[in-house]
């Protein structure tokens, strides 16, 4: 089990017009097993955040931990981008075998046909990724993620470019994922309502510069399992957006 933990983050980037900050005192403090969305403006910092949490942005000011880890080294972290990002001379079974090469075991083979399964791509395991739609990338990029059993699950819009049908299955898998394994999982979306479905608790961002500045608690308020039809739903996305709307508005005040 490992949650996370952010103390006092700052990010700045390098720009034609001199350093820009992206982020500033970014405190966030997850809980080992929890979901939590974050929603903000677009460019207020989200994907550089989960960047920074992956491991992936190494350039950064404050502390990141992983509370309740008690392995060595790091947890088993997924990371599910914005865009696919698959390797494109590898058909869909390699690209998602790939994910598993630090780890190779007799059962690799197996676990992959249990995932493209679930993704519903089992009939494409020899496609390469240009012969397959953009949604259909999608799935296999959350394939490759998911595979690993990761212990924190990084999700950066998943299911933004999936149609609706398509992605309130994803996100039932995602949830069924969750539910088995108990990880600590991040999403970061632009959409309230799949806000207020999956998480536990949904982190309101502000831009410039980047930095939490509200949060809705959802436990006790929508018990699980949860209805994507209940209407509460609705209220607690219209919620959202009331936090959301004064942060709307890039380099206004309200945005820093
Ligand atoms: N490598 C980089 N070099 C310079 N600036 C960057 C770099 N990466 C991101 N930025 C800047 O950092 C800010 C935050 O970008 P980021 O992608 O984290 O935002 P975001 O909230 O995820 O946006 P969106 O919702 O549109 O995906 C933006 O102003 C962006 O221009």
Known sequence: MAGVRCVGLRKVFASSRGPKVVLEGVNLEVESGEFVAIVGPSGCGKSTL???LSGLERDYEGRVSFPGFAGSGEPVL???????????????????????EA???????????????????????????????VGMQHR????????????????????????????????GEVLE???????????VTHNPLEA?????????????????????????????????????LWELSRETVRLLSPHLRLGSAAGG
């Open 50 to 52: 989960l960047n920074i």
């Open 103 to 133: 780890t190779p075991s007799p059962e690799a083979g197996a676990r992959v046909r249990n995932w493209l399964e679930r993704v519903g791509l089992a009939d494409y395991y020899d496609y390469y990724p240009n012969q397959l739609s």
């Open 78 to 100: 997924g990371y599910v981008f914005q865009e696919p990002r698959l390797l494109p001379w590898m058909t869909v079974r390699q690209n998602i075998h790939f994910a598993l």
């Open 140 to 171: 296999v990029s959350l394939a490759r993620a998911l595979i690993l059993d990761p212990q924190v699950l990084l999700l950066d819009e998943p299911f933004s470019s999936l149609d609706e049908i398509t992605a309130m299955s994803m996100r």
């Open 177 to 187: 994922l969750w539910k088995e394994q108990r990880g600590t999982v991040l999403l």
């Open 196 to 232: 207020v479905y999956l998480a536990d608790r949904v982190l309101i961002m502000a831009a410039n510069p980047g930095r939490i500045v509200a949060e809705l608690d959802l436990t006790g308020r929508l018990p699980r399992p949860r209805d994507p039809e209940d209407r509460r």
